[in-house]
């Protein structure tokens, strides 16, 4: 991604509705985003009309917009409507489907410092799950094992995955709601 040097300048004008901030900003962070939630959704169309209903809500609440985390906002509002999309229509895509090469636009992403600090509360809301719930979790979610293979790798009922993920994901969403921008 081209460093966007005037991205303060370009919010505020945002803000006081300029539409060629807008389309500025479109310009700079459309593909970048259609690939991050790309990543998530696996269905590149899908991915467009996710970002295109982001630019249309970052349209509408422009004066709320602020240029120090305006970087952060973005990737994070399209991540979460890209969990939300998911959600929606019940389409999950396994870590082992996600493309491997993703445009470099995309991995510049993925080396900011949103992206670390996002990881690291990620990190942090595993490590606070008691010890045989993030065991589970992690070998569901990172592993990609199936809840049987999991219960047969520890030797327990797929009922117990299916209740230890079920408090991993409600700790983790109890934990990120602080951290995650509605």
């Not at 399209?78 to 939300?84: G, K």
């Amino acid at each position: 991604m081209k460093p966007f040097y005037l991205k303060k300048e370009v919010v505020l004008k945002l803000n006081k509705g300029d539409e060629s901030a807008l389309k500025a900003i479109f310009d700079e962070y459309f593909e970048p985003l259609v690939q991050y939630s790309y990543a998530y959704i696996g269905d590149k169309e899908a991915a467009k009309d996710v970002v295109q209903q982001f630019y249309i809500s970052l349209w509408k609440n422009r004066e709320n917009l602020s240029p120090d985390t305006f970087e952060s906002y973005l990737f994070i509002s399209v991540r979460n409507r890209s969990v939300n999309y998911l959600r929606d229509t019940k389409k999950w895509v396994r870590m082992d489907q996600v493309p491997q090469e993703m445009s470099s636009d995309a991995e510049e992403f993925h080396q900011t410092e949103a992206h670390k600090i996002i990881q690291s509360y990620v990190q942090s809301g595993i490590a606070r799950l008691p010890k045989k719930c993030k065991r589970i979790f992690l070998l569901s979610k990172a592993d990609g094992l199936t809840y049987a293979e999991v219960a047969d790798e520890l030797d327990i009922s797929v009922k117990t995955v299916e209740r230890q993920m079920g408090i991993a994901l409600k700790k983790l969403r109890t934990y990120m709601s602080d951290y995650l921008i509605p």
